[in-house]
């Protein structure tokens, strides 16, 4: 480590690169917990995780059992065999929300108190994460494989891919689909937000196609 920071003082390799190096040295040394773990509290696989990036403290789980999970990972008991174990803080019980499995879960980019969580059964829903209850719904009339709302917090758009040719657009201001963009011939299966450019969205779909897209404009793909 000692080396690549003398090279950076050096100016032989450019900031990027130093972080890049960090970045990947740290993930080499990543290994499983030996002593705590997250208690099993999923009767199924799961699909999706989410940490929020406020406190980066709560975890999101979800998956095939329909239930959705909210985990405290600074908080743990000790199990029957001696380890520390991650309990549920709070949950949504299987069937009372989703019915088909859930296929991505997301925290609100600027507030721990409201997640989004999206499914097979056609609809995508936000939570309040005090209560766990339903805020509101969107129902898409097709397969939700992939929602993102915006990182830098910028708008209240939360784009949504599925099973249709069109990429959806909902907005939490209006409980309502605010746009669609007609993105992929055999169905959308991935959406990501510029961390940047709050109107710049990237999909992705069954065709192999990857579309970049800035939302505010009538003939909105870039490339």
Request: hydrophobic share 40%; proline share 3%.
């Amino acid at each position: 480590m000692n080396g690549i920071v003398r090279s950076r003082e050096r100016g032989a390799i450019s900031a990027t690169d130093l972080s890049q190096e960090v970045s990947i040295r740290v993930l080499k040394t990543l290994a499983l917990a030996e002593t705590k773990r997250v208690a099993r509290i999923h009767t199924a696989p799961l699909q999706s995780l989410a940490i929020d990036a406020v406190q980066q403290r709560y975890l999101l789980s979800a998956g095939l059992d329909t239930s959705i999970q909210l985990l405290d990972l600074e908080i743990s008991e000790i199990s029957a065999d001696g380890l520390q174990q991650i309990p549920s803080l709070s949950h949504v019980a299987s069937g009372s929300g989703h019915t088909r499995l859930v296929s991505t879960v997301e925290w609100y980019p600027v507030d721990s108190g409201m997640f989004s969580t999206s499914s097979f059964d056609h609809t995508l829903r936000v939570w309040d994460t005090a209560t766990m209850t339903e805020a509101c719904k969107f129902d898409l009339e097709s397969r939700i494989y992939c929602h993102r709302m915006s990182p830098t917090g910028a708008h209240a758009l939360i784009a949504a891919a599925n099973e249709s040719a069109y990429v959806r657009l909902c907005d939490l201001r209006t409980a309502s689909a605010a746009q669609q963009i007609f993105a992929h011939q055999n169905g959308g299966t991935v959406v990501a937000w510029s961390p940047h450019q709050p109107y710049m969205l990237a999909t992705g779909g069954a065709d192999g196609a990857l579309k970049l897209w800035d939302i505010r404009q009538s003939s909105a793909c870039l490339a």
